[in-house]
């Protein structure tokens, strides 16, 4: 099977120079069929490889030398095993889902720009790809990279708005913070092993001492903040809703943010050699999913309440590898991209019958006009609330049951955070599709549901939210946890979490309970009276989301601006510029002067000559008189 390993990113890449190259010349339709089938065709190939690893296990293939300088060695090549081949089919699974999806909710962009869109679709889904298929970090560099670059690229695809232009700017830059930890870790890592191969890390990680082992795993940790929207670097993350429904969708389900964990999780062996990291792995990922989940509470935005979401949920997937459940993590990883894509497509047929409205408070009542809409959105909220059986249930108690182990501190506020999750999803559900429909009369006069290539997704993604998670049923419950089996050989430092049965039967009630609780209350509030005035008190700092970007925009942004300022117009304006102007100035002033000596006038010419030759005459005869009178003064 190693033959084919190549063409699971190549198709993608072709995809990219058909649709980029042919943006203007191939239809609308030609496009939307290049831009799926290549994704399909991933994932076909895809699927092909994890039944191989299954059957057979791990390989490495390996193309060319990419880099050979010295003593360092790193090549171009790709490892295929349980971990990459899991999140291959992720990837080119719901990436494909998002594809069909596409053709026809951008359907009214212009041939070129619908050409343009899908070309970055591809190129997103080859960089992910590029990304978990690396056999080292520098080949995950490059990938980590590339997903950076489509994600400014497709948060401003409708770039002649200037808001648009300054999220994508954003993400960029937060991610670019990020970025650089992450290259520090990988230089550190070549410095002190000579390699960045995982298999030669991860065998030599115990010749590290425990500083470098520190330092490296909490610089990767800055790369992943970054990528995976966490304290302090998550502020990128909602204002990338900028881009179009179906990228929002990419981003927070099947490619970038996931880098993150994909990434700790692919170097669990260095990252549970350091207990300080792993403390701040889990402090940070409960602070992020508490955070977030508040400022979810008091969003108005159908996509906003869902970004922050996304966030809130990573934050317990950093949780649960801070506490040593890489596998929980993984698993929530997986299940969050059924219910997060559903539920991300399911607010785009929202918003696509709405008229590009946004604003869940002139919503309500759309239960009869979007019934596939309706239902499907409803099992997503479920599924993300962690109601059993759906796939949510099962892999966020597994993340909770491993923090209660480490510390019931952990627990207790990640119960918290769930109770919010449940509380802030169904406030969206109530608002959005119970009670009476509060937009215009021409709104409601064109109320539909979406076309089949919108709602086929939808489908298939509700079927995956509500069973998605029987392939990791804890023995407690009577199941075997496949997805754990299947990933030991490449999470090797798994930490069990013993707990008595009865102790874990109770968590689980309290879990289900306090979520069911917060779900009944949600509904009944905000079907019957939606919140339709401007939050105040309390309501107003949530949702103004902490006042963060304003405070960043602040201290960093406004300093960096202002300094900026005084460099163009000190530094660079009097400074640099009037050094270098002040060599012209100079020269035009000379030669201003020296003109003047081009009277015209033979008389003044022959002048000069006369009193020429007299100067040389002199030095001549006096055999050098002037230049020792000269030397006599000096």
């Not at 679709?121 to 520098?138: D, E, P, Q, R, T």
């Not at 802030?424 to 109320?447: C, I, K, N, P, S």
């Not at 030095?619 to 003064?633: A, P």
């Amino acid at each position: 099977m190693n033959k084919i390993v190549y063409l699971v990113p190549l198709f993608p890449l072709i995809g990219f120079l058909i649709n980029g190259l042919g943006r203007k010349s191939l239809s609308k339709s030609l496009i939307g069929i290049i831009g799926s089938a290549t994704v399909l065709a991933s994932f076909i190939v895809s699927l092909v490889l994890f039944f191989d690893v299954k059957a057979h296990g791990a390989s490495i293939v390996d193309y060319f030398n990419f880099i050979n300088v010295d003593s360092l060695k790193v090549s171009f090549a790709f490892q295929i095993d349980a971990l990459s081949s899991l999140f291959l089919l992720i990837i080119t699974g719901v990436g494909f889902l998002i594809h069909v999806y596409s053709t026809a909710y951008m359907i009214d962009e212009e041939p070129q720009h619908y050409g343009r869109y899908f070309a970055y679709l591809n190129l997103f889904i080859f960089s992910m790809l590029l990304l978990v298929m690396g056999a080292n970090y520098v080949i995950m560099f490059i990938g980590w990279e590339g997903v950076g670059l489509c994600s400014y690229l497709l948060i401003g695809f409708w770039f002649k708005n200037d808001n648009f232009n300054y999220a994508a700017k954003k993400a960029f830059v937060m991610n670019r913070i990020g970025d650089l930890g992450f290259l520090l870790a990988l230089f550190w890592l070549i410095q002190k092993l000579g390699t960045a191969n995982y298999a030669d890390v991860f065998a030599h990680a115990s010749s590290l001492s425990s500083f470098d082992v520190t330092a490296i795993t909490i610089l990767l940790f800055v790369g992943a903040m970054g990528k995976s929207a966490q304290i302090p670097l998550y502020t990128w993350l909602p204002d990338a809703m900028a881009g179009p429904t179906p990228v929002s969708a990419l981003i927070h389900a099947a490619t970038m943010v996931t880098a993150g964990i994909y990434m700790i999780a692919r170097s669990n062996v260095l990252y549970s050699m350091s207990e300080v990291t792993m403390n701040l792995v889990a402090i940070i990922g409960l602070a992020t999913a508490l955070f977030s989940a508040t400022i979810a509470l008091k969003q108005n935005d159908i996509k906003k309440v869902l970004a922050y979401s996304t966030v809130s949920q990573l934050g317990y997937m950093f949780l649960g590898l801070g506490v040593g459940a890489y596998t929980g993590a993984v698993f929530h990883v997986m299940t969050h991209a059924f219910f997060k894509a559903l539920l991300f497509l399911a607010a785009g047929s929202v918003i696509h019958a709405m008229h590009h409205e946004q604003d869940i408070r002139k919503m309500g009542g759309l239960k009869k006009h979007l019934p596939i809409t309706h239902i499907t959105f409803l099992l997503g909220c479920i599924a993300i609330s962690g109601i059993p059986p759906f796939s949510g249930f099962f892999s966020k108690d597994e993340i909770l049951a491993a923090a209660f182990a480490k510390n019931p501190i952990y627990w207790g506020l990640g119960v918290a955070g769930a109770a919010m999750t449940a509380f802030y999803m169904f406030r969206l559900y109530a608002t959005t599709f119970l009670g009476t429909f509060r937009g215009t009369h021409d709104q409601e006069h064109h109320l539909h549901e979406s076309p089949a290539a919108m709602t086929i997704p939808l489908i298939i993604l509700a079927l995956l939210s509500v069973i998605g998670g029987f392939v990791g049923v804890p023995e407690i419950l009577g199941g075997h946890h496949e997805l754990r089996s299947f990933l030991s050989p490449v999470i090797t430092t798994e930490v069990e979490h013993h707990i008595e049965h009865s102790t874990e039967y109770l968590l689980m009630g309290i879990s289900v309970a306090v979520a069911a609780i917060a779900i009944i209350f949600a509904i009944n509030k905000f079907s019957k009276k939606p919140e339709l005035a401007e939050a105040t008190g309390f309501g107003k700092v949530l949702s103004n989301k902490w006042y963060v970007d304003e405070l960043y925009d602040t201290v960093f942004v406004r300093t960096t601006l202002a300094k900026g300022k005084f460099l163009k117009n000190i530094i660079e304006k009097n400074i640099i510029d009037g050094a270098v102007n002040g060599v012209g100035k100079l020269v035009n002033y000379s030669s201003r002067q020296l003109r003047l000596i081009q009277s015209g006038l033979v008389s003044g010419y022959i002048l000069f000559m006369v009193l020429a030759i007299i100067v040389v005459v002199l030095i001549w005869v006096n055999d050098g008189y002037i230049y020792k009178f000269f030397s006599t003064l000096f």
